[in-house]
């Protein structure tokens, strides 16, 4: 029986300069899709994996997360009061009861491999997910990616990292596996290239917002040597694990990836969803008939 993991790491300290003005006061993990923030499908996804504790990573200016996973007195005073049970459920239901919400403050910007070593404090050595909240990964009533990606590294004791194929044009702008097939969706990793040119490219499987790690990434992100703008990158890391341990996997998870740190992905991330609806999808495609 595959064991859960327990935590998973949020790294919500950027900025979110591709959504301004609207990220001046609002933080871009909180950006609507529907009615539920970027940060509740990644929550979502990491209850589902099985977490009860999880750890954001964020600055030391953005409160609005840690304000959406707090109770709200008042609000929920007056939607008992009024008789609005289905609303003060919603609003009760942001976080389960058996789930923690621990927030740690990146103190400067050193890229994502320093955001995830900020969590070590609460981590420690066991193996834990990470979550981009900007990838939003759907697989409709289906297990999620991060718990799919969990039950695979439990049973084959090996870190695991989302990949998706991209165009080959489009390479220089994921991190690029190089892998050997193992079946229909993992993939032995032998080497991972940051951002080359598709003239460089050993293939076209592409590193997206999800991975499950070891513990032992903590110290190796300790050794990592900062990059360009004196940052620290997870991937130069997980290639270290990769030479000292000799197995890191990398999964196509069923699912579809919308890309929402731009707008054209919250656009689409929106209209999926809305299409799942059975009360917003007839006016979804009567307007489109409309255009």
């Avoid at 006061?25 to 950006?31: G, N, P």
């Avoid at 200016?61 to 609005?84: T, V």
């Avoid at 032992?216 to 050794?223: A, C, G, K, S, T």
């Amino acid at each position: 029986m595959s064991k859960p993991l327990r935590k998973v790491v949020f790294p919500v300290a950027g900025l979110g300069t591709r959504f301004l003005p609207a990220t001046k006061v609002v933080a871009k993990e909180m950006l609507p899709v529907l009615d539920k923030p970027l940060i509740q499908y990644a929550v979502d996804e990491a209850v589902d994996a099985g977490a009860d504790t999880l750890i954001f990573v964020t600055n030391r200016y953005k409160h609005a997360i840690a304000d959406y996973f707090d109770k709200a007195y008042e609000l929920e005073s007056k939607l008992h009061e009024k008789g609005k049970a289905e609303l003060l459920a919603l609003v009760q239901g942001t976080l389960p009861r058996h789930v923690r919400a621990i927030f740690v403050t990146q103190p400067e910007a050193l890229g994502l491999g320093h955001a995830v070593l900020c969590a070590k404090p609460v981590v420690g050595d066991e193996p834990f997910g990470v979550i981009l909240p900007d990838d939003l990964i759907w697989n409709g009533a289906g297990k999620s990616a991060l718990r799919q990606m969990a039950e695979l590294a439990d049973a084959q004791q090996a870190g695991v990292i989302a990949v998706e194929e991209v165009p080959h044009d489009q390479t220089d702008k994921y991190g690029i596996v190089d892998a050997v097939p193992v079946d229909g969706r993992s993939a032995r990793i032998r080497h991972m290239v940051e951002k080359p040119r598709p003239a460089d490219a050993p293939s076209n499987l592409a590193v997206v917002g999800r991975y499950v790690l070891p513990g032992r990434i903590f110290q190796l992100l300790e050794q990592t040597t900062p990059g360009a703008g004196g940052e620290i990158q997870l991937t130069d890391a997980i290639d270290a694990l990769l030479k000292e341990q000799g197995k890191v996997l990398a999964y196509r998870f069923e699912g579809i990836r919308f890309d929402c740190g731009n707008k054209a992905g919250l656009v689409r991330a929106t209209m999926h969803m809305a299409m799942q609806d059975p009360k917003l999808a007839p006016t979804v495609r009567e307007f489109l008939g409309q255009l």
